[in-house]
């Protein structure tokens, strides 16, 4: 099955405490990315990646960082995590193309307290 | 300004009823494409429907259907027939070609969501 798998999927933590949230996708995918959703703002894109070792910021990376060692994994790390990175993250994968869909993991619920 | 607007924060609907969700988009991008999707309770983006800027015709896929007007810029997603497993938030998104800007980058620009609640 064609899939974007996310883990966690729950997590609660503190300050400051380093976490990584791992994606991985099936479907040979060039292009992933990395969104946060927020209440009243939608998703908002954090990073993106063309390719393997090919990464850029999207709109709002402070905090952030990401790897794409591997064409299928796309992992999403906080160095130090603060409150205001409490959010619902999704991962997302598709070849690239303007008539292509993005598929998305089933997203992360992230509690920094 | 806004790229995607839904000014439509949540809506209710009678089941069985036909419901039109509101979306408007600003680009000086000609080769775009917009995109709606569903996100129930639980939680996931479920891709609904999509529509290109050079497209004609109004894409249509089962019970959701795409009023794509470009001069006004609007993308308004209709259901037909609403069910009560159609009640979630849905997204509009875009994704905009621009070869100098956004090159290499896929990013989908998302609204703020409208809440659509189907009452038995």
């Known amino acids: 099955e064609a899939q974007v798998t996310q883990n966690p999927r729950y997590l609660i933590t503190v300050t400051g405490k380093k976490l990584t949230v791992t994606c991985s996708q099936n479907?040979?995918?060039?292009?992933m990315s990395w969104y946060r959703q927020d209440p009243g703002l939608g998703l908002r894109q954090i990073y993106y990646?063309?390719?393997?070792?090919?990464?850029d910021k999207g709109d709002v990376p402070e905090g952030y960082k990401v790897s794409r060692k591997e064409k299928r994994n796309f992992p999403l790390i906080l160095e130090s995590p603060s409150p205001n990175q409490t959010s619902l993250y999704f991962c997302a994968s598709t070849t690239p193309g303007m008539y292509n869909e993005q598929f998305f993991g089933p997203g992360t619920r992230l509690t920094v307290l | 300004a806004q790229k995607i607007t839904q000014t439509q924060p949540g809506m209710f609907v009678q089941e069985k009823e036909a419901v039109t969700l509101d979306c408007t988009y600003d680009t000086s991008d000609p080769s775009y494409g917009l995109f709606w999707y569903k996100q129930p309770s639980s939680g996931e983006m479920i891709f609904l429907i999509y529509?290109?800027?050079?497209?004609?015709q109004n894409a249509t896929e089962g019970r959701y259907s795409l009023n794509f007007q470009k001069a006004r810029k609007s993308a308004n997603l209709v259901i037909s027939a609403s069910q009560l497993g159609d009640s979630a938030m849905y997204f509009c998104?875009?994704?905009?070609?621009?070869?100098?800007?956004?090159?290499?980058?896929?990013?989908?620009?998302f609204g703020t969501g409208t809440r659509l609640t189907i009452i038995p």
């Open positions: 529509q290109g800027s050079y497209d004609q």
């Open positions: 998104a875009m994704r905009e070609l621009g070869w100098i800007s956004n090159f290499g980058n896929e990013k989908l620009t």
């Open positions: 990646s063309m390719n393997v070792e090919v990464t």
């Open positions: 479907m040979n995918h060039e292009y």
